[in-house]
């Protein structure tokens, strides 16, 4: 069963996202209520992990739906596999800094001119992650504009 599950997986490298959004709904089960403070300009944010994490299953979600509409229109198996990866690496590393940033980070938590600049260091590590799991989404549609192009030459 282990291998044809693998085997499954080789064909459908998109079937990992409903593996991690299962893991990330456990996950948000054992939360602790962390919060994430988000300074943009004059305005701050208090955004809890597990809206984070809920919103990551959701984006999943939405990338499974349109992968299993798509998924005999994609011709590469290698960017499918290129997107996936840098997907789940993104999100994991984003809810990661964002479950344990009080442990990563432990001099954040401090009423200190160092504290501030650690939080923002944290400000701009958060930052960089998201920009990343944006990028990330630029392969799906750069593969789903190859394919097009592929199809429309075809005919």
Sequence with gaps: MFKRTLGTIRQQPYLLFLLAAILLIIISFFERSNTIDIHLHDTMFVVSVTFI???????????????????KFL???????????????MLAAIVITGQWHDSLFPSANQNTPAALNWYMNLMYVYALLVFLFLAAQLVFIAHLLYSLLLHLRKK
């Design 53 to 71: 994490i809920w919103v990551s299953v959701g984006c999943l979600g939405i990338l499974l739906l349109a992968y299993s509409w798509l998924g």
């Design 75 to 89: 011709r590469k198996k290698t960017l499918v596999w290129v997107h996936v990866g840098l997907t789940l690496l």
